[in-house]
């Protein structure tokens, strides 16, 4: 059983790999849902539903996110009647929402909801939101306080980072089966995600951090950061806005209490020594995923690293 | 100030060439809502909508309902996950449904989420909604009793009517403005609609019956029933199956209790002695609305008619 946590596209993308390199029924998910808002009173959970299209072969491949072909009539009729539509949600993904959000009305846990999200698109690993209890990623910014969504997609991560909350984490429980995924895995794997606002929001759910800890199995990690750069988004401004290193580095001294190896690019390679100072082993491979092949060895090259 | 009793497709034409001819400020709609009903976690409210997508001009003016153009991703979508989809919502559709179906969860009444419809698609008549409280329609078929839209849409009006019943309409009471708007009514018209599913619903609500016998107002009505057929749906096989003569007599006989006036067509000049029996005025005119203009004459020969 290999157990990975996972943000959204980059996380996605490695987990598309490591189905082709496992048995997809051995692998658990435990995904970020800090993200998660309500659109038009629709639950939406952004980075769930990243990894179900992804596993689903039916994600949009040059975004990364949605459904690949969707379209926005709801969206533009809603600007036509005057809703605020600053949230992308396509036409088919909004098929997805009303399931959810269904459910959800009906009394289910986002844990129910979500693991009939995953069967409904036929994915066949275990999918499980980090909690079911409310966490909401906040952003303090120059100009206030604002939701993860609003900082992310209405104001395009234009904002300096100040600091970061996660509202509800403190009362908040892990989803059912959450701890044991970790206490009980092989490996555990923290995927290519934000370490911040990704990653950040599922160690900041009461007990998921010290079980990470606690685990016998080996807990590796994949650096988002290349260069001292993200590949996608804003993890690099945001880790040196909040004061931490945008490098392979800043990310091992994130994870150093529960990492044993951090997988770094070829391009870091020279990091392996720092990494190694934290007591995380570096394995260094390449890890920008083109395509299926390279999401596929980055996949094998982590499994590898943790043997 | 002019009060229309309201149910789909045949109420909004009428109610198009009504609002070329008198100020529409001036017109308050009271529609039915017996056939609402919840798909996806949305409220849907087809015959307020149908009114006011005819009264914004943005309906399909083939089918007469939904909006002209709709697309159907959300829907396609939504089979392809399982999800049962008789009922047709097309994607720009949803986002009137998303607003309504937000302002319910939200708190507002019935009352307010239509009118808050109403006003995003510009529509400046007064759209009541027959009650706040759910009323829902149920029709006895060979094959036990279903809902108003399972019987009308996924079994496509194929079912014998053996009866009707208006499930919560003893509880139910009027929305605010619906007794004083047929009370303090200059004029009071019963559109041309079904007269036992689109219009029998509002009668059932408590109250309305009596405050149209009571109002000091004319009342009339158009038959939806020309030459012994409805022009569109099931109206005459209903009025049949269940003991009602299908024609303009038998709607005359089911409203005599409070009608003044009943417009029949020219082809049912013949029965203008029958009706008059009913001590029901009947005024012969050219009721198919085929185009504006025929609407318009409607309308006109209508109020022509209560004068």
Request: glycine letters at 8%; a negative charge.
């Amino acid at each position: 059983m290999i157990t990975v946590l996972a943000g959204g596209v980059g996380a996605a993308k490695f987990l598309r790999g490591l189905v082709d390199v496992v048995d997809v029924a051995d692998v658990t998910v435990i995904g970020n849902t800090g993200d998660d808002e309500v659109f038009f009173g629709l639950h939406v959970s952004p980075d769930l539903d990243t990894v179900v299209y992804t596993l689903a072969d039916v994600v949009d491949p040059e975004k990364g996110w949605g459904i690949a072909g969707d379209t926005y009539a709801m969206l533009e009729q809603a600007k036509a009647i005057g809703q605020d539509t600053w949230f992308l949600l396509g036409d088919r993904d909004i098929a997805t929402h009303l399931l959810r959000t269904r459910l959800l009305r009906e009394g289910a846990s986002l844990s129910d909801a979500t693991a009939a999200v995953a069967s409904a698109y036929s994915v066949t690993c275990r999918l499980l939101p980090m909690t079911d209890d409310r966490v909401r990623t906040m952003v303090s910014t120059d100009d206030g306080e604002i939701s993860f969504q609003e900082y992310f997609v209405k104001r395009r991560q234009q904002d300096d980072v100040r600091d970061l909350r996660f509202d509800g984490a403190e009362a908040a429980r892990p989803a059912p089966g959450v701890i044991d995924a970790i206490a009980d895995a092989e490996a555990v794997i923290v995927a290519p995600s934000n370490p911040l606002v990704s990653i950040g929001p599922i160690l900041a759910v009461p007990g998921v951090r010290q079980a990470l800890a606690d685990t016998a199995a080996p807990v590796a990690a994949i650096s988002p950061i290349i260069g001292g750069r993200a590949l996608k988004g804003p993890a690099d401004r945001m880790l040196t806005s909040l004061g931490h290193e945008a490098s392979a580095t800043g990310v091992a001294r994130l994870y150093a209490d529960f990492l044993d190896v951090l997988v770094i690019d070829q391009e870091d390679a020279g990091l392996a020594g720092e990494v190694g100072a934290l007591s995380v082993r570096a394995h260094v491979t390449d890890t920008i995923m083109r395509d299926a092949a390279s999401r596929r060895a980055l996949a094998e090259a982590t499994l590898q690293a943790i043997r």
